[in-house]
């Protein structure tokens, strides 16, 4: 089972701050990770799928970057919408298909 | 647009049973493989079960594998999952979700607001 650890567990920042959130594999998972977004009593949302590429309707400010073991999801410019948690998951080696244990950005 | 509605969540006692449904609109059902993602309270989210849109192949995580079946009616756009010998591990917000594949592509494009099961005595 591939296991995804997300760093760092709580990211405390303001209105306007650049967020970088790392997530990292066991092993490799080529391109074949996505990141969600979850807020406070709402079902996770697809954010970016292939590692790189924006679903449908996400702002230009998220961006998804990464190969192999080591991915990084940034948020340009974080806008109060945008404070929430954020989880990884791969599809490379299934099943399982496998989360990380999610990052919370937080206003600072 | 895509909606997904679950339903049949509630409180049961450990070793009980339970059957969950996912009432879907807004695509052709039968063209996308499905998934169930559960969440704990508090906790992260785990990946449960799919079954593909193609050949209604299923697949199970190890801690439910063989308590749990997964099933579709594609003439009904609804998916279920059979759910024995509950433990108290089981309790958790229970998603729906939708991949974008017919094939699984474990990627989970559209979620349901989720029905919550209780596994308590």
Known sequence: ?108 | EVQLLESGGGLVQPGGSLRLSCAASGFTFGDYAMSWVRQAPGKGLEWVSTITGSDGSSYYADSVKGRFTISRDNSKSTLFLQMIRLTVDDTALYYCAKDPRRTAAGTFDYWGQGTLVTVSS
């Open chain 1, 1 to 108: 089972e591939i296991v995804l650890k997300q760093s760092p567990a709580t990211l405390s920042l303001s209105p306007g701050e650049r967020a970088t959130l790392s997530c990292r594999a066991s092993q490799s998972v080529s391109s074949y990770l996505a990141w969600y977004q979850q807020k406070p009593g709402q079902a996770p949302r697809l954010l970016i799928y292939a590692a790189t590429n924006r679903a449908t309707g996400v702002p230009a400010r998220f961006s998804g970057s990464g190969f192999g073991t080591d991915f990084t999801l940034t948020i340009s410019s974080l806008e109060p919408e945008d404070f929430a948690v954020y989880y990884c998951q791969q599809r490379s080696s299934w099943p399982p298909f496998t989360f990380g244990g999610g990052t919370k950005v937080e206003i600072k």
